[in-house]
């Protein structure tokens, strides 16, 4: 997936529940595009959601500090990227929900 977005030079498109989601959370769309184009060395892992006809939507976490990730879940298409939904979440959360697994 990190070659995927790497090695293209693809358009960054937000949704509008994207562009919500930004302005209500300590976030940019730039910093967000910014990460889809040149985050290789923050990514921490990415996850294939679902993948079609119309394109393969990823959840990827890009690591923002220590305690702090930037979620983002996107879809590929063959032109561009579209942002569907971009949130920050705290690593203690995410040991918590493993562990209840």
């Known amino acids: 997936m990190r070659k995927k977005l790497e090695t293209t030079n693809r358009e960054v498109v937000f949704t509008k529940h994207a562009r919500a989601q930004i302005r209500s959370r300590p976030t940019t769309e730039a910093e967000v595009a910014r990460l889809i ?9 990415a996850e294939l959601q679902e993948a079609g006809e ?22 590929i298409l063959k032109g561009k990227v579209v942002i ?9 959360w995410q040991r918590l929900a493993l562990k209840s697994r």
């Open 37 to 45: 184009r040149e985050g290789g060395e923050s990514l921490r892992y």
């Open 84 to 92: 569907i939904t971009a949130y920050r979440t705290s690593r203690k």
């Open 54 to 75: 119309g394109g393969e939507i990823y959840r990827a976490h890009y690591e923002l500090s220590k305690r702090h990730d930037l979620a983002i879940v996107f879809k």
